[in-house]
């Protein structure tokens, strides 16, 4: 059978079309306004950002934007003053741009030689206060997160200057001094090589039974000394196997660990010279003189091992290098290994309740050579 033709739905069509045609038109209308609409909106933005800033050495435009006083000048966010008057000029020194705060210019030097935003001092939290001004300024002092610093002229020009250390917490100064071999915060990793090289201390023999002949500093030694004391007291001596080692014998014992195994597996097993703690008379490795664990490889777990992790802050001491920690020091747990910080800074760092020295000083990681 035929079918019929088209019928109604012949008609229908055209103005199903016609309806999707004014639909189309005026979402294409709709669209275009849209359009206008963002562009008007994001030139006005635009427009906005194109006000003459200070920061990027902009020129401030004649009567800029911030208050202006009578005698034609800008205090901008830093306090800098900007001439606004009818000669504009580039503004000294650069304010803040965006959320950062700037270092001062004249303050940057000695925060880079503290090791930067790396140091203890970290980033700025607040513009460089400088008196008489900015621009001339005679003295600058600038807030950080971790205390502040202050520059001073020594001379009219400012050719040469004297830097104070102002509220620095006692922690950050202890960092100042890690890279000091006299200090006994020095930090001495395969990151941190001693300075000089070949540094050699004065030492004393660790006094008492269990000193087996070894030497330290004195301070060292006489903690080392105590601790050993104690030990024995508690009724499971120890005794010191090994302590200060020059840089002579360090390389001699790192040379004889290369022959044996290779380079990779020897810079595992011992410090390079110049690397060593026990370069610098600070360190000592204990181990058990009775029961049945007499040497390194099987100190951890043992009523010595705990001993000592539990009392060796109340010598002044430390386990340098602690469990769970190599990414951090570089080594292993030792359990034989302690490290004379002194009293003050070790019993700092288990009130922190941070065993690591890297860590608690704010020290990058040092899980090998560079
Ligand atoms: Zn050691």
């Not at 004014?22 to 427009?47: D, F, K, Q």
């Not at 960092?175 to 990151?191: C, F, G, I, M, Q």
């Amino acid at each position: 059978m035929a079918r019929r033709g088209p019928g109604p739905s012949h008609v229908r069509p055209p103005t199903r079309t016609l309806w999707r045609r004014r639909a189309a038109a005026l979402a294409g209308l709709l669209a275009v306004v849209l359009v206008v609409v963002v562009a008007v909106t994001s030139l006005a933005g635009r427009g906005e950002e194109n006000v003459p800033l200070a920061d990027g050495g902009a020129v401030v435009p004649v009567g800029g934007t911030d208050s202006t006083d009578s005698t034609g000048s800008t205090e901008s966010a830093d306090g800098t003053t900007v001439a606004t008057g009818a000669t504009t000029r580039k503004a000294p020194p650069p304010p803040a741009a965006g959320p950062a705060v700037r270092i001062d210019p004249r303050i940057e030097p000695r925060w880079t030689e503290l090791r930067g935003e790396a140091g203890f001092l970290g980033l700025p939290s607040a513009a460089a206060d400088c008196t008489p001004s900015a621009s001339v300024a005679t003295s600058c002092a600038q807030e950080f997160d971790g205390g502040s610093l202050v520059w001073r002229a020594d001379d009219e020009d400012a050719a040469t200057a004297t830097y104070a250390t102002g509220d620095i917490p006692d922690g950050a100064v202890r960092l100042a001094e890690a890279n000091d071999p006299e200090s006994t915060y020095v930090v001495v990793n395969k990151r941190r090589e001693l300075d000089p090289v070949d540094y050699a201390p004065d030492t004393v023999a660790i006094g008492g039974p269990d000193g087996g002949g070894r030497v330290l500093r004195a301070d060292a030694a006489e903690a080392v000394e105590d601790l050993l004391a104690g030990v024995r007291e508690a009724g499971m001596p120890m005794y010191a196997r090994s302590a200060y080692r020059s840089y002579a014998e360090q390389r001699s014992t790192y040379s004889s660990w290369v022959s044996r195994l290779g380079k990779e597996r020897a810079d595992v097993e011992s410090a390079r010279a110049g690397y060593s703690e026990h370069q610098t008379g600070l360190a000592a490795d204990l181990v058990p003189s009775t029961g049945p664990c007499r040497a390194y490889g099987c100190m951890a777990g043992t009523d010595q091992a705990r001993w000592i992790e539990e009392h060796a802050y109340e010598y002044g001491l430390i386990v340098r290098f602690p469990e769970g920690a190599q990414d951090v020091t570089g080594y292993i747990h030792e359990p034989w290994h302690v490290r004379y910080v002194g009293k003050a800074l070790a019993a700092d760092m288990r009130d922190a309740g941070e065993p690591v020295l890297e860590t608690y000083l704010g020290l990058p990681a040092a899980p090998d050579y560079d």
